[in-house]
């Protein structure tokens, strides 16, 4: 089994900035994609950003150039940097993780728990 413990949520004004990080822990035998995704009132979960082990990046356009996810293999950390916040992104954002806990064990998908971003004034 494998946790993942997100941190860094809270409220901030329009053009803020927050940092949100998420650490695995549990059977890891291989860590594989890690990513962030949300979720907005009455609104579908969407994927917000994602990382692979090498570290190449893909992002929801909507957020190009504002945040950036990055990762830390050692710790099984992911993290999200997120500039110039709009009000309309205030949502509960999850982490997930791609994990094989054995050599041999099929690849399964985790997520955290969640943590509230509010953008208002």
């Known amino acids: 089994q494998v946790e993942l413990v997100e941190s860094g949520g809270g409220l901030v004004e329009p053009g803020g900035s927050l940092r949100l990080s998420c650490v695995a822990s549990?059977?890891?035998?291989?860590?594989?994609?890690m990513a962030w995704y949300r979720q907005a009132p009455g609104k579908q979960r969407e994927l917000v950003a994602s990382i692979t082990p090498g570290g190449n990046t893909k992002y929801v356009d909507s957020v190009k150039g504002r945040f950036t996810i990055s990762r830390h293999n050692g710790l099984n950390a992911v993290y999200l940097e997120m500039d110039s916040l709009k009000p309309e992104e205030t949502a509960v954002y999850y982490c997930n993780a791609r994990v094989d806990s054995e050599m041999w064990a099929p690849t399964i998908d985790y997520w955290g728990q969640g943590t509230q971003v509010t953008v208002s004034s």
């Open positions: 549990g059977r890891i035998y291989r860590m594989n994609n």
